[in-house]
């Protein structure tokens, strides 16, 4: 029996949804068996109550969008399963440490994620803080371990992009450039143009989604121009990425959305739909997924399913 | 003119303190070019306000022990000194990312540290939190530069040994157990025995110092039983420390100490200078540094100042 293209059979969208919601089933199965209760190699012992609340912090929810961009785009490098399944639970403790950082009251002051109470609601502060600690300090532990590749120095370039993504000239900086933003300090000019929109949102949500979008590339030893591909691919899908969710702010249900909406324009919060207005906003974010679409013409139709990714990244309503 | 031993002219306590000094002074001058403000490859900004409480938090203060242990014992393997400062540096960075996280008012809610306000005093709760975790982030991005060491190979068991170490079987789960102990969570029995107080200890500083005293072998490469010597010498080293700490926080005076003391009894913390007494604490901590001691007596005089290092970390009056 002749094998059929299932993205001709199904649709690529269909087939999207298929590969989004297999890889976070396997990305659940995986953090579930990376925070088990055993000690390994190394630590002493694991705490039941920072152990509980890493698991609240990072099991059962989310799409696991991180997780699928990493797997998707190391296929097209013939990168094994087991592989790029790692790296992407390593990315996917980096987004759940920094969800639960930026949801304590000393930052966003969040009582609701994903639907349920945010992680020091369900347990306290300080646990929360432990736990976002934990979470990202296993990141790295993750990317260190012979099985995430073969190859050390692959392994090394994935640790140094990782941090370099998540760390001071990255996410953590975009979130302080985000509080900065809300007129807490004096460190940005009150009223931000569009630029510094733009650099604080690749900073606090952009670099940690471009590192998932080049990660497969890293697994895979890609050629220069085919990592610049997956960067520039990256880069459109993380601001895409940030429009989209900045609108859903201004425009969701909080039912469907499930966490609270109308926080941006309440806190100040420098977004390019406050800036810009809806209407210009939602011809950028148009004009974002087409780029990030572009930059994968080169890998025909093995790019299908990621350019799916980047039209649904724009257009999702949770 | 034939060279003369430093340790025999000047004595090995008069060495150890030359160059603990001398760690110190370079630490503090590779950890202010690391945390310079312009963005390096992968960064895209580096936010002036972050920057300033990431330096408030790791500059100008502190005795570098952990970065000592580090150059101290990679001096026996004929490591390079710039490789071993740049480990110094990415220990002391987790070092300082945990004392200002620890200090946090939702943990220890202490207001002076080193004689100075807290990073949260000084600076915000939000700031402090980001500042911890981009400091966090920074360690594991400088193990991964080549300049730390040329073998990819060693780069990563330092990076897994340090994740491990800090992570949550390590520092974070022993700060995780000593808020437990306090009687804030029912994680712990309301009396914890001698093991358990161990325990939380080896993993709240232990795990930490014990690496910052194998991390010089990793470097070098040293064979298993040499390797078996220093995590020897780091366990008894980081239970010694520990004690001594608990101690201080007993008799010591705070003008002294640079930050208060008395605060355990007072937060009904777990310390065995709580569950043995002060005398008995003391006979343990002397039987600590002799252990230590003895672990590096293959390595002959190369250990002296290494072995005085534990007699100082015993008898430390701040």
Known sequence: M?????????GVDAVFQDRLS??????????????????????????????????????????????FLVVESATLFHVSRPSSLLVGAAVECVHCYSLAHDDLPAMDNDDLRRGRPTTH???DEATAI???DGLLTLAFDILSRPETHPDA???????SALARSAGFGGM??????????????????????DQDVKTLQAMKTGALLRF??????????????????FERYGSALGEAFQIADDLLDVE?????????????????????????????????????????????????????????AARFVATRRT
């Open 2 to 10: 002749a094998s059929v293209d299932p993205v001709k059979k199904k």
């Open 22 to 67: 297999r890889v976070a089933q396997d990305t659940e199965v995986l953090l579930d068996r990376l925070l088990g209760s055993r000690p390994i190699d190394g630590e002493l012992a694991r705490p039941t109550r920072l152990l509980e609340a890493m698991r609240y912090a990072s099991l059962g929810g989310g799409k696991r969008l991180r997780p």
């Open 121 to 123: 609601k369900a347990f």
């Open 130 to 132: 432990l736990a976002g």
């Open 153 to 159: 120095a692959v392994r090394l370039e994935l640790v």
């Open 172 to 193: 953590v900086g975009g979130q302080m450039l985000d509080l900065a933003a809300e007129g807490r300090f004096d460190a940005l000019p009150p009223k931000l143009r």
């Open 212 to 229: 998932a979008c080049v990660a497969g590339s890293i697994l895979g030893k890609a050629d220069q121009v085919q990592r610049a591909a």
């Open 252 to 308: 969701g249900d909080p039912a469907t959305v499930g966490k609270a909406t109308g926080k941006d324009a309440a806190a100040h919060k420098a977004t390019l739909v406050g800036v810009l207005g809806p209407a210009a906003a939602r011809r950028r974010l148009e004009s974002l997924v087409i780029d990030a679409q572009a930059a994968l013409n080169n890998f025909g139709s093995d790019a299908d399913v990621l350019k799916a």
